[in-house]
């Protein structure tokens, strides 16, 4: 009549073998029959495992015919064992001394910011305060507030992250203007031309952190002033071992009754020297906003005399528009150029790269290799 009824059971394929005996056990060995057609439908994993056999030599069977004394050996100390003096009367596990035991790897500071941690509490040393501020800075305190003409080759495209945004003007950014256009009240006859303020109004990524060394003197314009700061800024920059679209500087000002050249020279000395750089030299240098301008140098044994920044007296086009009367000695430096002689390293990209060993293997201490 159509039906089909049963007459007994299939005998079960070595697969359901398997099967069965893999949801019995929680496993089944490689060699059963079966088990290659389950791995190859992922009805289950592979896993290798190592199986050691520890069988006794003819020279154990010697020293376990003569009888073994077997008691349990203290190998760690309790504080109530030390004090009241019973770890005298325990059978202690004796020690090797010898040996290399098994490395540790405690939590490390990474190396370039130790190196930061360093120059901040050098800085602090020498009473300086540090300041501060947000990476999106107006074109008018990155460029115009330093006397940067607005066609200088730096404002270009291809040099600096411009944004979309754009910010209004502070009060009294006239007087940045005048001394642009014709100098100002002061002798100098500016850069001329027609100064705008739509283009000191774009928003860029910091290029360089004395855009915050230009605003706190703005807002302290009396002395004394000395205040340092450590950031991240950003060029428009092909990135290769030497250069990086991002990377660390660090600026520093100074604004007293009295202070000139001199004063300068001799707190770059004394930081470098803090940093562990004996040998200071400096060399003439030109910079668009200080005047005038030296480029100091360390001596490196083995790559010779280096150069670690530029530094400065602002010029009075700098400083005359915010109401600055004192002298204003300011400096920089890029920080990963000393870490790269610092740490003995031949790639800037190898200091943001999560490179485990190598921040194990770096000493912790802060001196020169």
Not at 280 to 304: C, K, Q
Not at 342 to 365: A, K, M, N, Q
Request: proline share 6%; hydrophobic share 35%; net charge negative.
């Amino acid at each position: 009549n159509g039906i089909v009824r049963k007459t007994g059971n299939a005998t079960p394929g070595p697969d359901e073998v398997a099967f069965a005996q893999a949801s019995e056990n929680g496993a089944v060995t490689g060699d059963e029959e079966g088990v290659f057609d389950l791995l190859r439908r992922g009805l289950v994993q592979e896993v290798e495992a190592v199986a050691y056999t520890v069988s006794i030599t003819p020279q154990g069977r010697e020293v376990l015919a003569r009888g073994l004394d077997l008691q349990a050996e203290v190998g760690t100390l309790t504080r109530d064992q030390i004090v009241s003096g019973a770890w005298r009367d325990l059978p202690l596990r004796r020690y090797d001394v010898t040996k290399v035991p098994k490395r540790a790897y405690p939590g490390k500071t990474h190396p370039y910011q130790r190196l930061l941690d360093e120059m901040r509490r050098v800085l602090l040393d020498m009473g300086f305060s540090e300041i501060a501020g947000g990476i999106v800075q107006s074109s008018f305190w990155n460029f115009d507030a330093l006397f940067q003409p607005q066609d200088h080759p730096a404002r270009e495209m291809q040099d600096t992250f411009f944004l979309g945004e754009r910010w209004p003007l502070p009060a009294g950014y006239e007087r940045v203007r005048d001394m642009h256009e014709r100098g100002g009240k002061t002798s100098s006859t500016g850069w001329g031309g027609v100064w705008s303020a739509a283009k000191a109004e774009q928003c860029v990524l910091r290029t360089h952190t004395t855009c915050l060394s230009i605003q706190h003197l703005a807002e302290h314009p009396a002395p004394p002033v000395k205040a340092f700061c450590i950031g991240r800024v950003y060029r428009r920059e092909a990135t290769d071992p030497t250069h990086l679209a991002e990377f660390e500087q660090l600026e520093g000002v100074v604004m007293d009754e009295g202070v000139n050249f001199s004063h300068l020279l001799g707190f770059l000395k004394e930081f470098y020297a803090k940093m562990g750089f004996e040998k200071v030299r400096f060399r003439p240098g030109y910079f668009p906003y200080t005047e005038p301008s030296v480029e100091p140098e360390v001596y490196v044994d083995g790559l010779g005399w280096v150069e670690l920044g530029g530094a400065g007296i602002f010029r009075q086009e700098v400083t005359a528009p915010l109401g600055i009367e004192h002298p204003v000695l300011a400096w920089g430096l890029g920080i990963s150029r000393v870490a790269m002689l610092r740490l003995g390293l031949r790639d800037l990209r190898h200091l943001y790269r999560s490179d485990v060993e190598w921040i194990r293997d770096t000493p912790t201490y802060g001196g020169r290799r």
